[in-house]
């Protein structure tokens, strides 16, 4: 009972609605076949709800937030060992905004941008262990990539593929 009054203390904190407090109205939990918790879901409001997801062993597997039965705004995926493995953001069920990718060992694996579901912009892609970048990807407004730079694990260029980018101040 303490974890869940724990877990949505914290739900409520990170999932905020411009508010300074957020009342949940109602929760409740559902068990698997061992009785451990599968999922939590806290009634944020009459149309939005919080739902926290468990991997087998206990551990938090996601948090996903839900507005007129569809996803919406920031989404947090982790993974087994309790890091970070991804967060995404929803716009009525479309993917949209920044989102974030992560090694199981905490480092980010890419990023990317999204509109209406498609990706789009600038859009970067990191080595493993040392963090330095691998790839920039830019990708126009239909989602196709027209631009592309590659380096090695040290930093230096390796490919540059595409039309270059125009800036206008």
């Not at 957020?22 to 929760?27: A, G, L, R, S, T």
């Not at 559902?30 to 739902?51: A, P």
């Not at 592309?148 to 206008?168: C, M, Q, R, W, Y």
């Amino acid at each position: 009972m303490y974890k869940l009054t724990l877990l949505n203390f914290l739900i409520l904190f990170t999932f905020g609605c411009n508010k300074t407090t957020e009342e949940v109205k109602d929760w409740s939990y559902e068990l698997d076949g061992n009785n451990k918790i599968q999922t939590t879901t806290s009634l944020i409001t009459d149309n939005e709800i919080v739902r926290c997801f468990y991997f087998p062993s206990g551990h938090l597997k996601a948090i996903a937030r839900y507005k007129n039965n569809k996803i919406n705004g920031e989404q947090y995926y982790f993974f087994p060992n309790g890091k970070l493995k991804r967060k995404e953001n929803f716009r009525d069920g479309i993917q949209w905004g920044k989102a974030y990718y992560y090694y199981e060992f905490g480092v980010i694996q890419y990023e990317r941008n999204w509109e209406d579901g498609i990706k789009v912009g600038y859009c970067q892609d990191y080595y493993d262990i040392s963090g330095r970048i691998q790839a920039i990807n830019l990708y126009n407004d239909a989602g196709q990539l027209f631009y592309k730079k590659t380096f090695d694990s040290e930093g230096h260029l390796l490919a540059e593929e595409g039309s270059k980018p125009v800036i206008n101040d």
